[in-house]
């Protein structure tokens, strides 16, 4: 076996293993195999009736991909595999389904404002650059203005994946970099919920 091969073999065992450890973990917090949204927002320690609660709502649901109202194990692997090692556009895909919470396959300027605003709070409490001198209304003036072509009020998929590419402003504010540590954490060989 070469050398490339073997690395190969290596990182896939490796995959499998840490898959092995996350479902391991997933069954001991989700007995019924199945992620409720209470034990989702649980995990990230939100309460509801928060701006929180509304965007891990949106998060829920864009992870819900049978939208049986439950993550199962499979949902939530894809999900972190997404956050993980997705491209840009998946990412993209992903995030305006976020922000559709009507899921009418645009987004009006209301629903891009709301996840402004929790964006805008997330990015002043971790000092998060760029963000903090900037207003929910200016944030949503300039998105509307980099993405929507066709000055109709309303961001079509094509129109954000497409703004989005190529505006690196807008990829930073929506923090496309996310890091999923909240979601696991390695813990004595073993992933764990936090």
Not at 6 to 30: H, P
Not at 51 to 69: G, K, S, V, W
Request: charged share 30%; aromatic share 10%.
């Amino acid at each position: 076996m070469g050398q490339n091969q073997q690395t190969q073999a290596q990182a896939e065992e490796l995959e499998l293993s840490s898959i092995q450890d996350l479902y391991r973990s997933f069954i001991l917090e989700c007995p019924s195999g199945s992620l409720y949204l209470h034990e989702f927002k649980r995990m990230f320690g939100v309460r509801n009736g928060t701006p929180e609660a509304e965007y891990m709502d949106n998060i829920f649901r864009a992870f819900d991909m049978n939208n049986d109202r439950k993550m199962d194990f499979l949902e939530y692997v894809a999900a972190i595999n997404l956050v993980l090692r997705g491209k840009l556009e998946d990412k993209l895909r992903w995030t305006f389904k976020v922000f559709d919470s009507d899921d009418n396959g645009s987004l009006s300027r209301h629903e891009l404002q709301k996840m402004i605003i929790y964006n805008l709070k997330k990015g002043s409490e971790s000092g998060g650059t760029g963000t903090v001198n900037v207003t929910s209304e200016q944030a949503c003036d300039r998105i509307f203005q980099e993405i929507d072509v066709n000055s109709d009020g309303q961001i079509t998929l094509d129109e954000f994946i497409e703004g989005a590419r190529k505006s690196r402003w807008l990829q930073e504010f929506l923090r496309l970099d996310v890091n999923p540590t909240g979601w696991v954490q390695r813990k004595s060989s073993t992933m764990k919920f936090v």
